[in-house]
C-alpha cells in the first residue's frame, strides 16, 4: 500500500524559502505525476505543481516565479521549494500521486502546515 | 485557467435522503479523442487529507461505497449520494486535470439535518 509523508519545518520566516519533501514508500515513485496542493485553514484546495519523473515540471501561474519541484528517485522524494514566502503562503501542504499516470490524485499524505510568520 | 463552480456552497439532508452536488467547468474537459471527462470529486473529513471517490467524471475508486454517483459530461458535472449516511458528513471537491493549472471548485459541505 503506497504511503506519502510530507516532511520539513512548520514555520518560516517571512520572505525565506519554503522547503518540503514528500517521501514515497510502498510503490515506485517512477510512472506516476506528483502534486504538490495546498490549503488554507477553512478554504478551499489550490494546486501548486507537479512533476512526472524525468519530464519537466508544470507550476500554477500564480506561484510560477517561486516555485520549483524535483524529484530524487534513488531516495523516492518529491522535494517543493516555495520562495519569498508570506503570510499568505501559510496552509496545510499536501502532496499527492496522479492515479493510473493521470492527474486525479489517487493518493494524499497527511499533511504538513507550515506557518509563516516572524 | 479553467474555473470550476460548485453549487451549493452547503447543503443539509435528513439521513437517507439523496444529496445533489453540481459543478460547471468554464470550459470543457472532455477529451474528444479518448471520450474521457478529465473530473474527479474527492471528500474531506475534518482534520484529514481529501479523499478521491469519482474520477473520469463517472468511475467510482476502489472501496467507494456504490451510493456516491458522479455523472455528466462537457462541462455540467454532478455528485449523487443516493442514500445520506452519518459518515458521509464532509467537504466535496470537484476538480478538473484537462489541463495545468488544475483547478478545483470551491467546495461543497454536506451536513445532516
Known sequence: QVQLQESGPGLVKPSETLSLTCTVSGDSITSYYWSWIRQPAGKGLEWIGRMYNGGSPN???????????????????????????????????????????????????????????? | ???????????????????????????????????????????????????????????????????FIGSGSGTDFTLTISSLQAEDVAVYYCQQYYSVPLTFGGGTKVEIK
Open chain 2, 1 to 67: 485557467d479553467i474555473v470550476m463552480t460548485q453549487s451549493p456552497d452547503s447543503l443539509a439532508m435528513s439521513l437517507g435522503e439523496r444529496a445533489t452536488i453540481t459543478c460547471k467547468s468554464s470550459q470543457n474537459v472532455l477529451y474528444d479523442s479518448t471520450n474521457r471527462n478529465y473530473l474527479a470529486w474527492y471528500q474531506q473529513k475534518p482534520g484529514q487529507p481529501p479523499k478521491l471517490l469519482i474520477y473520469w467524471a463517472s468511475t467510482r475508486e476502489s472501496g467507494v461505497p456504490d451510493r
Open chain 1, 59 to 118: 507550476y500554477n501561474p500564480s506561484l510560477k516565479s517561486r516555485v520549483s519541484m524535483s524529484v530524487d528517485t534513488s531516495k523516492k522524494q518529491v522535494s517543493l521549494t516555495l520562495t519569498s514566502v508570506t503570510a499568505a503562503d501559510t496552509a496545510v501542504y499536501y502532496c499527492t500521486r496522479g492515479g493510473g499516470g493521470y492527474d486525479y490524485s489517487d493518493r494524499w499524505g497527511q499533511g504538513i502546515l507550515v506557518t509563516v510568520s516572524s
